[in-house]
């Protein structure tokens, strides 16, 4: 490993080292005090390091070399004496790193000078960007607080971002819930005010319908008070009810035409007496019994309000009225009373 030779096995009591050759057997060595000035500065890569494993291998060498040079003869002084030749084992040698490739430790010096750390990135730097030294920071722990705060607010800002979508998202919803709430209740509020406005429409399209049938109809005669009905039960009749209107009036009161049509037959007809037919256009029969006189003949054509006969006691009575009658087309009798209301005419 080392160049010294191994110290022989005998108590250090001189001060002089054993001569290494022939010229030096002669030669007596004084005390060795090593100075400052004595010790050849280490220079070039077999500088000692602080890496772990180098460190231990050659400190070992180093005091075997020591150990050796006292053995063999004593303690010399450095002028007097070459300095005994140190080398490190070539695996140590070329493991060990180049000082340059060292982060921040600067460069070391050539063998024309003493060996000199230079500090060309200090750690105070380490870790800028070319961002941070544009923008004038030259710490590396301000850049690094820098970038978190900045992490930070960007953070914050994206949190703010998401929260106010999910507000605007929301109020877009409960808007459009609102809008077709809204469209829902005009919708229904329209076609209520619709079916208000057709209902009046019909209402009033009838009424105009009854006026004008009004102003078409004429009650059969004036003057009279009602006193049979019909379908009225009794004896009094023949087919055991009533089967028409009795108008009580003094007798020659005039008898009307209760709307235009054409006079179907005018004649005696056993217990209507005096019969009058007159038939409309839609084929409904309009009958006038017990009359004392007839003003028409058959085939004739009157109008509504136009005098056909006169009010009498003819046929089988108990006094003086006017018996009406109204007949479908197909000669079912039916109630005079309601036909009269449906055609606008109230007895």
């Given at each position: 490993?080392?160049s010294?030779?191994?110290?022989p096995?005998?108590?250090i009591?001189?001060?002089s080292?054993?001569?290494t050759d022939?010229?030096?057997?002669e030669a007596?060595?004084?005390e060795?005090?090593?100075?400052a000035?004595s010790?050849?500065p280490?220079?070039?890569?077999?500088?000692v390091t602080s890496k772990?494993?180098?460190?231990?291998?050659?400190s070992t060498?180093?005091?075997?070399?020591v150990i050796?040079?006292v053995?063999a003869?004593?303690i010399?002084?450095?002028?007097?004496?070459p300095?005994?030749s140190?080398?490190?084992?070539?695996?140590i040698a070329?493991n060990?790193?180049?000082?340059?490739?060292?982060?921040?430790m600067?460069s070391?010096?050539?063998?024309d000078?003493?060996?000199?750390?230079?500090?060309?990135?200090?750690?105070?730097t380490?870790g800028?960007?070319?961002?941070?030294?544009?923008?004038?920071?030259?710490?590396?722990?301000?850049?690094?607080r820098?970038?978190?705060?900045q992490?930070a607010?960007?953070?914050q800002s994206?949190?703010?971002?998401?929260?106010l979508a999910?507000?605007?998202?929301a109020?877009?919803k409960?808007?459009?819930s609102?809008?077709?709430?809204?469209?829902?209740?005009?919708?229904?509020?329209?076609?209520e005010?619709?079916k208000k406005?057709e209902?009046?429409?019909?209402?009033?399209?009838?009424?105009e319908?009854?006026a004008?049938?009004?102003?078409?109809f004429s009650?059969p005669t004036?003057?009279?008070?009602?006193?049979?009905?019909y379908?009225?039960?009794?004896?009094?009749?023949s087919?055991?009810?009533?089967t028409?209107?009795?108008?009580?009036?003094?007798?020659g009161?005039?008898?009307?035409?209760?709307h235009?049509?054409?006079?179907k037959?005018?004649?005696?007809?056993?217990?209507?007496?005096?019969?009058?037919?007159?038939?409309l256009d839609?084929?409904?029969?309009?009958?006038?019994a017990h009359?004392?006189?007839?003003?028409v003949s058959?085939g004739?054509?009157?109008t509504?309000?136009?005098?056909?006969?006169?009010?009498?006691?003819t046929?089988?009575?108990?006094?003086?009225?006017l018996?009406l009658?109204?007949?479908?087309?197909?000669?079912s009798?039916i109630?005079?009373m309601a036909?009269?209301?449906?055609?606008?005419?109230?007895p």
């Amino acid at each position: 490993m080392a160049s010294n030779k191994p110290a022989p096995a005998a108590t250090i009591e001189t001060h002089s080292f054993a001569a290494t050759d022939a010229t030096e057997s002669e030669a007596t060595w004084g005390e060795w005090n090593p100075t400052a000035e004595s010790i050849r500065p280490v220079r070039g890569r077999h500088r000692v390091t602080s890496k772990r494993n180098g460190l231990a291998r050659s400190s070992t060498v180093l005091g075997v070399g020591v150990i050796a040079a006292v053995g063999a003869g004593g303690i010399a002084t450095a002028q007097d004496k070459p300095a005994v030749s140190i080398s490190l084992p070539d695996a140590i040698a070329d493991n060990l790193p180049d000082a340059s490739s060292l982060p921040g430790m600067g460069s070391l010096a050539t063998d024309d000078s003493e060996t000199e750390l230079l500090a060309s990135a200090p750690l105070t730097t380490a870790g800028l960007t070319a961002e941070d030294a544009e923008q004038g920071t030259a710490d590396a722990g301000e850049a690094l607080r820098a970038r978190i705060l900045q992490q930070a607010e960007q953070q914050q800002s994206a949190a703010e971002a998401a929260r106010l979508a999910a507000a605007e998202t929301a109020a877009a919803k409960k808007a459009a819930s609102d809008a077709a709430k809204q469209q829902s209740q005009a919708e229904k509020e329209a076609a209520e005010a619709k079916k208000k406005a057709e209902e009046e429409a019909r209402a009033k399209a009838e009424a105009e319908r009854l006026a004008k049938l009004a102003a078409s109809f004429s009650l059969p005669t004036s003057s009279y008070t009602l006193t049979s009905t019909y379908g009225e039960s009794g004896s009094l009749w023949s087919s055991g009810y009533h089967t028409g209107l009795d108008f009580a009036a003094p007798t020659g009161t005039p008898v009307k035409a209760v709307h235009g049509g054409t006079i179907k037959s005018a004649g005696w007809s056993g217990s209507y007496g005096y019969r009058t037919v007159l038939e409309l256009d839609d084929g409904t029969e309009i009958w006038y019994a017990h009359q004392s006189s007839m003003t028409v003949s058959a085939g004739q054509k009157v109008t509504a309000g136009e005098v056909i006969g006169r009010v009498g006691a003819t046929g089988n009575v108990t006094g003086a009225h006017l018996h009406l009658e109204v007949h479908t087309a197909g000669g079912s009798g039916i109630d005079p009373m309601a036909w009269l209301q449906s055609k606008g005419v109230t007895p």
